[in-house]
C-alpha cells in the first residue's frame, strides 16, 4: 500500500499570509495526487486533481505542485474560510487509493 | 445540479446491522463511479471503496473488505453502505462522493455525511 504522509500536522498561520502544505508518498504515484479540503459540519471538497490542475470551483489563490513522490499545497494568501483541514490522496494504482493522515491549518 | 444525499445519522448497538443510503440527482447515475470515505471521531480520512452502479463493479479497501458490502439501486439512483453485524469501531462520519468526471477516478462533489453511532 502507498502511503502519503503530510506535513506538517498543525500549521498556525493569519489571514493574508502564504500556506505551504507538503504530501509525500511512500512509493512515486506520478501525477496521482489530489487534495480535498474539509471543515467540520461540511462535505469534502475536492480543490486539486493530477497534482496542479484546479477543480471547477477552487479559488486561484490555491495551486498545487509536484510529482513522482513530493507534492505541495499552496494558498498564496490566506483568507478566513481558508482555515480547515486538507487531506491528499492518491489513485496511481487504481483502484487502490489512500489519504494522508491530513494537516490542519488554524488561525494564529 | 449535481448532488448527492445520504440518510440520516444513525445510533446502533453493537451486532446490530445497518444500511445507509447516499441519492445522486442532476446527473446520469449510472456512470460515475460512487465512492465511500470514512471519518472516525477526531481521526482522518479513510477510503472504504468504490462502486460502479452501471454494472456494480465494486472495489474494498484491504481494510474494509469483508466488514462492509456496498451496492447500487440505478433504478433509484441510490447507493448503498451495508453492515451485517456493527462494532463500536464502525462508529464515524460516512461520506459518499461522485466521480468528478467520467473517467477521471477523482471524487467531488461528496454528500453532506451520514453520522453511525454504535455504542452499548
Known amino acids: 500500500e502507498i502511503v502519503l504522509t503530510q506535513s506538517p500536522a498543525t500549521l498556525s498561520l493569519s489571514p493574508g499570509e502564504r500556506a505551504t502544505l507538503s504530501c509525500r508518498a511512500s512509493q512515486g504515484v506520478d501525477i496521482y495526487l489530489a487534495w480535498y479540503q474539509l471543515k467540520p459540519g461540511q462535505a469534502p471538497r475536492l480543490l486539486i486533481y493530477d497534482a496542479s490542475k484546479r477543480a471547477s470551483d477552487t479559488p486561484a489563490r490555491f495551486s498545487g505542485s509536484g510529482s513522482g513522490t513530493d507534492f505541495t499545497l499552496t494558498i498564496s494568501r490566506l483568507e478566513p474560510e481558508d482555515f480547515a483541514s486538507y487531506y491528499c490522496q492518491q489513485r496511481a494504482r487504481w483502484p487502490e487509493n489512500t489519504f494522508g493522515q491530513g494537516t490542519k491549518l488554524e488561525i494564529k | 445540479e449535481v448532488q448527492l444525499v445520504q440518510s440520516g445519522a444513525e445510533v446502533k448497538k453493537p451486532g446490530e446491522s445497518l444500511k445507509i443510503s447516499c441519492k445522486g440527482s442532476g446527473y446520469d447515475f449510472s456512470n460515475y463511479w460512487i465512492a465511500w470515505v470514512r471519518q472516525m471521531p477526531g481521526k482522518g480520512l479513510e477510503w472504504v471503496g468504490i462502486?460502479?452502479?452501471?454494472?456494480?463493479?465494486?472495489r474494498y479497501s484491504p481494510s474494509f473488505q469483508g466488514q462492509v458490502t456496498l451496492s447500487a439501486d440505478k433504478s433509484i439512483n441510490t447507493a448503498y453502505l451495508h453492515w451485517n453485524t456493527l462494532k463500536a469501531s464502525d462508529t464515524g462520519i460516512y461520506y459518499c462522493?461522485?466521480?468528478?468526471?467520467?473517467?477521471?477516478?477523482?471524487?467531488?462533489?461528496w454528500g453532506q455525511g451520514t453520522l453511525v453511532t454504535v455504542s452499548s
Open positions: 462522493a461522485r466521480e468528478a468526471a467520467v473517467a477521471s477516478k477523482w471524487f467531488g462533489p
Open positions: 462502486i460502479y452502479p452501471g454494472d456494480s463493479d465494486t
